[in-house]
């Protein structure tokens, strides 16, 4: 992964910003490398999935993850990231989505499909109803549920039925959990290394130079802690990253979004935007930062004709792949030429390695940022607060 930024340094920059405030952090991470998120930076920490016999269900090609938020958009991340070398079929239920559940059930043989039910509490609204629509379908040599151990529906559930249960760690929410058995138990179906999620994080932990974290920390931080910046556009290039950048919304806005800090985080899909939203971005008002998201120039689907006029010559021989790049350069000399902030995320490989290095730089960077705001970055209680609403008006 390469990061490149644009981001005016004097005008963000967060002077309040103790000089070792960053090494405080690293070190903190390094102490508690045991706990919570921060044990998949220990390098012996090792998978335990042999312990459930997973491979009894590797025989099942079609999988369906039941699950709400952070449950189940890491998953998805990885199924769109990684799609290329998975030959499996993925279905995902993550909303009430009526029509598509309906659909699903007209379908034959449902009980060839292996079920991953997904819930940190056990007791997440969503899921209990979908698992509800789906229990026809349900037995237990299909059925996986990932849950706390304790007492909850979900494990109660589980226990009646017979059902394979693991366990979700209690540390761990679910935002932050994709380095987990809720993201790595969907991996190991999809036939990915789980290890090697893990093989670049360990640099985010590094106070050399080279860290990226350590070059960009206090002036991210000081975007947030100034509060001029209202909105982050996630502007992407590069479809294979959609789930992820959903994932990474979720992340920064139930994280950071407390208090009265935030910034509202918005999938931008490019060069789709270039034609619906782009007037707003380059004229509108700048309270704006601009996150580009890119790959490597892969030579595809190229152009070897002009079936229109002379004018448009210059796409003979020319790949889409050249033609997205050279629109997302266009946007960037714009963006400087307004003065407006602007960071460069470019992939070079699709493969676990990169997709984990992705993972683990926004997770830190959410936590490191919300430790110097002094808020708590791993609570939701205005979240809380509309479940409990929901459930008495029902």
Known sequence: MIIKNSIGRKIFFNKKIKKNLFKTFINEIILNKNKNIFKYYNK?????????????????????????????????????????????????????????????????KLEKFLFIIISKSGDTLETLSMTNLLKRCLSKKNTIIITENKNNNLSDFAKRNNFLRI?????????????????????????LNLNNFRKKIYKHISLRPSNPLKKYFPIINGIYFKKKIKSLIFLNYCPELNQFLFWCQQ????????????????????????????????DGPKDKIFYIFSSKNRKENVLKNNLFKKEFDFLKGKSLSHIINSQKEAMIRVLKNKDLPFREFQINEFDEESLGELFSYFILET?????????????????????IL?????
């Open 44 to 108: 012996e920490y090792t998978y335990l999935l042999k312990k459930y016999n997973l491979n009894n269900y590797k025989k099942f090609k079609k999988v369906v993850l039941i699950g709400m938020g952070g449950s189940i958009l890491g998953s998805k991340s990885i199924y769109n990231f990684l799609h290329h070398k998975i030959k499996k079929e993925f279905f995902f239920f993550d909303n009430l989505d009526n029509k598509k559940l309906s659909n699903f059930l007209r379908q034959k």
């Open 167 to 191: 366990n979700h760690d209690r540390t761990i929410g679910g935002r932050y959990s994709v380095f987990s058995e809720v993201g790595m138990v969907p991996a190991y179906f999809m036939g």
């Open 251 to 282: 992340l920064l806005a139930e994280s950071l979004g407390k208090k009265g800090y935030g910034i509202l985080p918005v999938v931008s899909p490019a060069p789709r935007d270039h034609h619906s939203l782009l007037q707003l971005y380059l």
């Open 367 to 387: 936590w490191m940022i919300g430790k110097s705001l002094e808020i708590n970055p791993f609570n939701q209680l205005e979240v809380e607060e509309v479940k």
């Open 390 to 394: 929901t459930k008495k008006l029902i």
